[in-house]
């Protein structure tokens, strides 16, 4: 069965400050990771995507992948009240046919205070 | 933007009647998934089409479940019989290519609630 583990949260930081959100992954050969924003009763919104070990940037938001520590996180600076929502990790799983499927962990959700 | 789109927002039904879901993806997409998700619960994949074929599907998906691509736009989620724990929200998603680094884009989502 392949997992995607986050904690449930919630985390709290107050505005202005970084959020990190963390999540770890049971398959190793899985090769796409992505991050996806959730509003309640709202469907997931793409935030970030990355492939590569390393770091990706886009704005306030940095995704981190560490494939050998099966690790992926998101780093949101300058944290907005706005930002308060559930952050989705999904991890698209090696299918032989070459197609996607995504892999959803429980979500973290977070609170961002003013 | 292009976006997904599905209808209807919200369905009521009694346990055991049949409910369509429907599912318009972004216009040059050619990859289509559902997947469901309950009530603070994490979203599952249920299935991906694409070519007119199922690609893949997860255990959820038994034989009360079939999709569609009854004509050039529309991609629908059938359940035949639905049970009380079918109640959930179900997304629609498209991709463009398929690939593994190719992105899906969700739809808003139709809330299902079975009496």
């Known amino acids: 069965q392949k997992e995607v583990e986050q904690n449930s949260g919630p985390l709290s930081v107050p505005e202005g400050a970084i959020a990190s959100l963390n999540c770890t992954y049971s398959?190793?050969?899985?090769?796409?990771f992505f991050w996806y924003r959730q509003y309640s009763g709202k469907s997931p919104e793409l935030i970030m995507s990355?492939?590569?070990?390393g770091d990706k940037e886009d704005g306030r938001f940095t995704a981190q992948l560490n494939k050998a520590s099966q690790y992926v996180s998101l780093l949101i600076r300058d944290s907005q009240p706005s930002d308060s929502a559930t952050y989705l990790c999904?991890?698209?799983?090696?299918?032989?046919?070459?197609?996607?499927?995504?892999?959803f962990g429980t979500g973290t959700r977070l609170l961002v205070s003013p | 933007e292009p976006e997904v789109t599905q209808t209807p927002s919200h369905q009521v039904t009694q346990m055991g009647q049949e409910v369509i879901l429907r599912c318009v993806p972004i216009?040059?997409?050619?990859?289509f998934y559902w997947y469901r998700q309950i009530l603070g619960q994490k979203v599952e994949f249920l299935v991906s089409?694409?070519?007119?074929?199922?690609?893949?599907k997860s255990e959820i998906f038994d034989d009360q479940f079939s999709v569609e691509r009854p004509d050039g736009s529309n991609f629908t989620l059938k359940i035949r019989s639905t049970k009380l724990e079918d109640s959930a929200m179900y997304f629609c998603?498209?991709?463009?290519?398929?690939?593994?680094?190719?992105?899906?884009?969700f739809g808003p989502g139709t809330r299902l609630t079975v009496l």
């Open positions: 998603a498209s991709s463009a290519v398929g690939h593994s680094t190719d992105t899906q884009y």
């Open positions: 089409f694409y070519n007119n074929e199922i690609s893949e």
């Open positions: 999904a991890v698209n799983t090696a299918m032989n046919t070459g197609f996607q499927k995504l892999v």
């Open positions: 398959d190793r050969v899985s090769q796409s």
């Open positions: 990355i492939y590569s070990n």
């Open positions: 216009s040059n997409h050619l990859y």
